[in-house]
Nanobody
Framework: VQLQASGGGLVQSGDSLRLSCAAS????????MGWFRQAPGKEREFVAA????????LSADSVKGRFTISRDNAKNTVYLQMDSLKPEDTAVYYC???????????????WGKGTQVTVSS
């Protein structure tokens, strides 16, 4: 599975962005999908995950109520809707695919190149 994230940009505090992650290769719908982010000087951290069916999701406490993960298996795409953005959300955002539905980056087998999100105050 090859993944390509897009949709990042420079926004102001309180704005919204929607990230997309397009997958190519077989069996996208067999994989659970996750979004992670990495700020300068920090470790890559979990943001949100969605099961292969899209019926169940997980979110980090820091984004709960503001970010929503979803997927469209017909389009081989997973989304991250980010509302009420804050400067501390500034990071490179990565999408990942794995066989386990998990908050741990170690459980994901495939990673896309990241997309930069910068939130100014």
């Amino acid at each position: 599975v090859q993944l390509q994230a897009s949709g990042g940009g420079l926004v102001q505090s309180g704005d919204s962005l929607r990230l997309s992650c397009a997958a190519s290769g077989p069996s996208f719908s067999n994989y659970h999908m996750g979004w992670f982010r990495q700020a300068p000087g920090k470790e890559r951290e979990f943001v949100a995950a969605v099961t292969w069916s899209g019926r169940s999701t997980l979110s980090a406490d820091s984004v709960k109520g503001r970010f929503t993960i979803s997927r469209d298996n017909a389009k081989n795409t997973v989304y991250l809707q980010m509302d009420s953005l804050k400067p501390e959300d500034t990071a490179v955002y990565y999408c990942a695919a794995g066989r386990a539905w998990s908050r741990s980056r170690n459980e994901y087998d495939y990673w896309g190149k990241g997309t930069q999100v910068t939130v100014s105050s």
